[in-house]
């Protein structure tokens, strides 16, 4: 008798279905995105790509439930976000969404750790302390939990962003040009803990980059023209991601 063993792939950590966006009406109508078909791993890092217009941020904005999309239909697990109200959009984001941004948003008052607890304390929920240690060691933030913002670099500002995002433990991180205002050193190792955290913690990242490098530190890369998905890398290059951002620009 011969026994086979099976493995069970997890479920996409969020899909997209035939996603529309239109701004606009009439003549000044605007198709930000045309009957997209995507789907994001789970426990993996995806990057999205494309020319300046080409809807990468308004896919983002849509998946995330920033923005509501004018057709089609966005799942995050089992949670169909189409169709939510405005508290429930709030609940789902809380629950199960972490959110990276250019613009560090953290609040100057508060501490390096208490920006990291705020989106628990919000939540009224306690923090997994061993989560947090783990967390905190993961982004190199050790000894800086007790400086102010102002106290800290450009890059330290968006390790504790990272570190705020991971720590209530999302079922998917968006992360929008999360490099974009670090140069290049800080840029580099803030993309490194996000693809630590993915492969250590088991995180799934989302990220809108226009940088060939920063994609390359993703698993896969999706590529947008016109508000349409027309290609797709993956375990890019620098050079690969380069290679297909010119052809679709040509």
């Known amino acids: 008798m011969t026994i086979t063993h099976t493995t069970r792939q997890a479920p996409p950590a ?10 606009g009406q009439g003549d000044a109508q605007v198709h930000a995105l045309r009957g997209v078909d995507v789907a994001f791993a789970t426990g993996a890092f995806t990057a999205i790509m494309g020319p300046s217009g ?20 966005v799942h995050i697990g089992d949670v169909e976000l189409t169709g939510l109200n405005d508290k429930e959009l709030t609940l789902l984001r809380r629950e199960r969404i972490g959110f990276i941004f250019q613009a560090f948003n953290l609040l100057p008052t ?9 989106p628990l304390e919000i939540a009224a ?6 989560l947090f240690d783990r967390v905190i060691d993961t982004v190199g933030l050790r000894d800086r ?11 330290q500002q968006q390790r504790v962003a990272v570190a705020r995002a991971l720590i209530s433990k999302p079922q998917v991180i968006f992360a929008d040009e999360p490099t974009g205002n670090l140069d290049s050193r800080s840029g580099a190792e803030v993309l490194s803990f996000l693809r630590t955290s993915v492969r250590e913690l088991g995180q799934t990242i989302v990220m809108v980059t226009h940088d060939p490098v920063a994609a ?14 027309v290609s797709e890398l ?9 290679d297909t951002l010119m052809k679709l620009e040509a």
């Open 14 to 23: 969020v899909v997209a279905r035939s996603l529309t966006k239109v701004y």
């Open 216 to 229: 390359s530190y993703a698993d896969r890369v999706v590529f947008l023209r016109d508000g349409s998905l």
């Open 110 to 118: 508060l501490t390096a750790e208490e920006n990291i607890r705020l």
């Open 54 to 73: 080409s809807g990468k941020s308004t896919l983002m904005h849509c998946l995330a439930g920033l923005d509501a999309a004018t057709g089609g239909s």
């Open 234 to 242: 993956d375990a890019p290059s620098p050079q690969a991601v380069l």
């Open 125 to 130: 929920r306690q923090a997994d302390q061993l």
């Open 145 to 155: 939990l007790g400086h102010r913002p102002t106290e800290l670099s450009g890059g």
